[in-house]
């Protein structure tokens, strides 16, 4: 089958004014340097046919990826299921979750992303055309692993590296960039469009005694006494995880595979350890293998079992930290296990 692709770009701007996402304390935008945007690409080959849209935003609430995907399949057809939204998790974007208790989400900004987004896939659709399809993969360090070791066995997200207590850093970095190529000979016609999903339910770490009998004294101190980082940690970060999962500790996390010829694309909801993507590239059958995180919802940092002993910001038990210790290994298998199914 010929595969066809269609494109669309919107720009999704906050408002001046707006709170901004990303930082445990309050900022607004002040003005607009540079635009956020939604850039879109549809691809089809007759049998099955797939939405990618990369946002640049800090995450999207799961619930809200999906009534979004919805209203796109309701406008063009395309199965919900099959519309996969990727954030780039810049921390200059709107408020689409609260993170802290006196930013709430914002979500009339959500509601016209939403009227953004259906209109833009109803364009990218549209303008689907016959397609070449290429894939590489190539360099681009611009990333360092934050993850900080001490001699007394501690870790932290960031530090110090001149101090004699430093041992080294946490794990990996990953400077490959792969890239897929649309319309630009010579590349072939013939590239197999394939694509799978599993929806995955992961246990959630509750808070021990301990950490939540802290987390309301620091509660009862109040904000001014305990401090800004201090008290949205333990509010927002300890509290809030313990409150919305007490009953039932799952987070059902979204796993997606993508083949387009020669390429995969493995997505989760998480902010995924480095560490994870390179095993799933490891054990991947394609020849240029991507990864894509905060995809399809959002469930917070998904740290490996040696950043959980370490602990530390991104390392302990938090609702933007919430997994269990073995999550980024089960979705390693799952990736794994989805991507050679497509492939088959």
Not at 88 to 106: E, L, Q
């Amino acid at each position: 089958m010929i595969l066809q692709a269609g494109t669309a770009v919107r720009t999704i701007n906050p408002a001046v004014g707006d709170d901004l996402c990303g930082q445990l304390y309050r900022r607004t935008c002040g003005r607009i340097r540079d635009d956020l945007e939604a850039n879109l690409l549809y691809l089809a080959d007759g049998r099955a046919q797939v939405l990618l849209i990369g946002l640049d935003l800090l995450v999207i609430d799961t619930p809200d990826t999906r009534a979004i995907a919805a209203a796109i399949e309701a406008r063009t057809g395309i199965p919900a299921r099959n519309v996969i939204l990727c954030c780039t998790h810049t921390h200059a974007g709107p408020n689409t979750v609260s993170i802290c208790h006196d930013t709430p989400k914002n979500t009339a900004y959500v509601a016209r992303l939403s009227t953004t987004l259906v209109d833009a896939a109803a364009e990218a659709v549209a303008s689907a055309r016959p397609a070449l399809i290429g894939a590489a993969c190539g360099t681009a360090h611009v990333g360092f692993n934050r993850r900080i070791c001490w001699a007394d066995g501690t870790h932290s997200m960031y530090g110090d590296s001149t101090r004699p207590d430093f041992t080294g850093l946490e794990g990996p970095d990953d400077p490959s960039h792969a890239a897929l190529f649309v319309r630009h000979a010579p590349f072939t016609e013939d590239a197999p469009l394939a694509h799978d999903f599993q929806d995955l339910d992961i246990a959630v770490r509750l808070p021990s005694d301990a950490e939540l009998e802290q987390a309301k004294k620091v509660f009862r101190q109040g904000e001014q006494a305990a401090g800004r980082w201090q008290y949205v940690l333990q509010v927002q970060g300890v509290l809030n995880l313990y409150e919305t999962y007490k009953d039932r500790p799952i987070d059902t996390l979204a796993v997606h595979s993508l083949r387009v010829g020669d390429f995969a694309l493995a997505t989760n909801p998480c902010e995924f350890y480095c560490q994870f993507g390179l095993d799933i590239k490891r054990r991947s059958p394609a020849l240029v293998t991507a990864i894509a995180q905060l995809s399809d919802g959002f469930s917070g940092y998904c740290p490996t079992i040696f950043a959980i002993l370490g602990g530390g910001y991104s390392g302990q038990a938090i609702h933007w930290c919430r997994l269990e210790p073995y999550a980024g290994y089960r979705l390693v298998d799952a990736s794994a296990r989805l991507l050679h199914a497509v492939f088959k």
